[in-house]
């Protein structure tokens, strides 16, 4: 009987194949594999966590700010005054009320003055971007205690406090002089009782955002920030208000220190 040429050879059974030059990796190869990712992942991984805790402390930020700055447009616009920010500003002679015709355009859920300040989280402190001495020998620290508040669906906070003087946003404020330290020189003969001078102002308030409210990190240039109002236009370009026009242009928050509140040394 003649064979088919064409015809394949079936393969071998499993038991016929040879091993022999197979190697498998040994419980020590594994081990120290494992270490590698491990370290690896050590190195990797808080570098990761900062980058998406920064982004998404920049989105809360960028979020705020267009929030803010559109309630208080949208505000003129409803009183014929666009462009015009002084009307807002001296529109009541208080801070409460200014905040409560805020947050009727941002829909707040709750409104507090400083009476009333635990229907909407209590107090709490705010730390500045850079370790700085207040004048008295302690860290210079915002306290969110003596401020009205909005709290909004988002459980953001928003504050405001008022500058102006005599209905109008152009105001006198006394400058302190420092020593090396950063401590306010005593002057008797002043009277506030330190050495320095009268400057004038041109900002009518300032608006405070707290982007997560009290969850932290509570400080100034990572989830609380402070617009300035002029009666042209709002501002926001120092560490002293968290710079949010460097965050917008640089989608990056500034550079900040960490440092424990108490005395300043």
Same mark, same amino acid.
């Given at each position: ?6 015809? +394949?050879?079936?393969? @071998? @059974? ?20 494992? !270490? ?9 991984? @808080? ?5 998406? +805790? ?23 616009? /409803? ?30 859920? &709750? ?12 107090? *709490? ?11 008295? =020998?302690?860290? &210079? ?7 009205? +508040?909005?709290?909004?669906? &988002? ?7 008022? /500058?102006?003087?005599? !209905?109008?946003?152009? *105001? %006198? ?10 401590? *306010? ?10 050495? =320095?001078? *009268?400057? %004038? !102002? ?5 608006? !405070? ?9 509570? /400080?100034? =240039? ?9 009666? /042209? ?26 440092? %424990? ?5």
């Amino acid at each position: 009987m003649l064979k088919n040429k064409n015809a +394949r050879l079936a393969p @071998p @059974p499993a038991s016929c194949l040879n091993y022999r030059g197979l190697r498998a990796f040994t419980l020590a190869e594994v081990l120290i594999t494992l !270490g590698i990712i491990g370290v690896v992942a050590a190195l990797t991984l @808080p570098t990761l966590i900062a980058n998406y +805790r920064e982004k998404v402390l920049i989105t809360a930020a960028k979020k705020s700010y267009s929030t803010v700055t559109n309630a208080v447009y949208m505000w003129n616009s /409803q009183n014929g005054i666009v462009g015009n920010y002084e009307y807002f500003w001296t529109y009541h002679d208080n801070a409460d009320d200014l905040l409560k015709e805020l947050a009727t355009v941002l829909n707040a859920t &709750d409104v507090c003055t400083y009476k009333n300040f635990n229907n909407c989280g209590g107090t *709490y402190q705010v730390k500045k971007a850079k370790k700085k001495n207040d004048g008295h =020998g302690n860290t &210079d620290i915002v306290e969110m205690q003596n401020w009205n +508040r909005a709290v909004l669906a &988002d459980g953001s906070f928003i504050s405001i406090v008022s /500058q102006v003087q005599n !209905g109008s946003c152009t *105001y %006198t404020f006394f400058q302190p002089e420092v020593d090396s330290n950063g401590n *306010y020189i005593k002057d008797d003969s002043s009277p506030t009782g330190y050495k =320095g001078k *009268y400057e %004038t !102002g041109i900002t009518c308030g300032y608006i !405070g955002i707290d982007t997560n409210g009290k969850k932290g990190p509570n /400080q100034i =240039g990572h989830d609380y920030f402070t617009i300035g109002y002029t009666a /042209q236009k709002p501002w926001s370009n120092s560490d002293e208000t968290g710079n949010l026009e460097y965050v917008l242009s640089h989608d990056k928050l500034i550079e900040t220190e960490n440092y %424990t509140i108490g005395k300043f040394e």
